[in-house]
């Protein structure tokens, strides 16, 4: 007879190996390595991500959190990173290319579907095509209530919507106030030297464009106190800001209208430097973020599911029943007014596009870009330039070998 407790066991053994066989991914079956994939998209948009995924027949897990850059790096430090990363940004990127972690993309997709910036380059980092966005978004842009359009002015502290909550590291929506500034106050050629290290955050240009930011929070600092409090997607369940805030305007990404819910239809937006604090500006250039992909396993099904994913027909799939814009020149045009009008910005060539600056810096810039904005809305009529030379003693604590990133700026090709 079995003594008790090693049938226990026995049974235990015998039922997580039978619950094991009902957690098999979408496609996928005991006999078959599943490719993991860790990207940023939950809730609605991670099951319309994963009908995409179901469609190309590859066994698959899919992990989606708001934290990816944390989630990775603890994954790589465990030794256990997912085959397939997909981050908002490629300044990690970098980082994981030059320590030789990544495998290049050479030969699953064609790189002339994809023009400036989307195909941003690193010094010193041997090879090439280590990354490929899989999901375009549009900044330098400002929401409002469709209607007539907010006249051509600087728009008060009380019009606007601004909320730095979020599931993941904050400081983000603030970042994008200062990077637009800078970008429509500077233009891009200075814009791309201060994103990749080679203009101080000390300059009076940079200092100017953050105490401009500053002076309009200073309008109302209790305000701006709720604001740092608030979630930048709105209330749970809600409208979003826009429509559930009590506010006018949103200075946010082409994303921000998947938040506002039944209410979409009846947003429209502007370009933002007709509307940002010391102007109005003319437009020199379109700030837009993308998700990047990269690989960091060897599996023959991982680079096929790569090679699937930045193809014209995925894309084209994903941006249909995912409501997502692709850097795929290839992609025909959506339909819809606000979709066409998000679709001409990307393709006009007269008019430079840039990726965002922080998700270009190092991570420990980056964070400290972050904190000082924070500090900047909680704290809004105190001097900025101390603040600044923070950040720039850790912009000058980074190894010298760093690798700097070229191309953030070009016109669309």
């Known amino acids: ?113 994809y023009g400036n910036p989307w195909q941003p380059r690193a010094q010193g980092v041997a090879g090439d095509l280590w990354w490929v966005p899989l999901k375009a978004d549009l900044k330098s842009i400002v929401w409002y209530r469709d209607g007539p359009a907010p006249a051509r002015r600087p728009a008060p502290l009380a019009s606007w919507c601004i909320g730095m909550g979020d599931d993941g590291a904050s400081g983000w929506p603030g970042s994008d106030w200062i990077e637009d500034l800078i970008l429509q106050r500077a233009g891009p050629v200075l814009y791309a030297r201060w994103a990749t290290g080679d203009l101080d955050w000390t300059d009076d240009r940079v200092v100017a464009a953050w105490t401009t930011w500053a002076g309009m929070l200073a309008q109302d600092p209790d305000r701006a106190g709720d604001m740092l409090l608030a979630d930048h997607r709105g209330p749970a369940g809600g409208p979003g800001l826009l429509f559930g805030g009590g506010c006018d305007l949103e200075h946010q990404g082409s994303f921000a209208r998947a938040f506002y819910g039944a209410d979409k239809d009846r947003a429209a937006f502007v370009d933002s430097a007709r509307l940002l604090p010391g102007g109005p500006y003319t437009v020199k250039a379109h700030e837009v973020s993308a998700d990047f992909a990269a690989l960091f396993g060897r599996s023959g099904p991982a680079r096929e599911m790569i090679r699937r994913l930045a193809s014209r027909d995925a894309q084209e799939e994903w941006g249909r029943t995912g409501g ?90």
Request: net charge negative; charged share 25%; proline share 9%.
């Open 324 to 413: 997502v814009f692709s850097a795929n020149a290839a992609v025909p045009p959506k339909t819809g007014t606000v979709d066409q009008q998000v679709g001409r910005r990307f393709a006009d060539q007269r008019v430079p596009l840039c990726l965002d600056a922080s998700d270009v810096m190092p991570a420990a810039v980056r964070d400290a870009f972050y904190e000082a904005v924070l500090l900047t809305m909680a704290h809004p009529a105190e001097p900025v330039r101390s603040r600044l030379a923070d950040i720039q003693k850790v912009q000058d604590a980074q190894p010298e070998d760093t690798r700097r990133l070229t191309g953030v700026c070009g016109r669309p090709q």
């Open 1 to 113: 007879m079995i003594p008790y407790p090693r049938a226990v066991l026995l049974v235990l053994a015998l039922f997580m190996t039978a619950a094991g066989c009902g957690l098999a991914a979408p496609g996928g079956s005991d006999a078959e390595p599943e490719v993991t994939i860790l990207g940023p998209w939950t809730d609605t948009q991670e099951q319309r991500f994963k009908d995409v995924l179901d469609g190309f027949g590859i066994p698959y897990t899919y992990q989606g959190t708001a934290a990816t850059r944390e989630v990775l790096l603890a994954e790589v430090q465990a030794g256990d990173p997912p085959d397939i990363a997909i981050l908002p940004g490629v300044g990690e990127l970098v980082e994981y290319a030059d320590e030789g972690r990544l495998r290049s993309l050479k030969g699953l997709y064609d790189p002339e579907e």
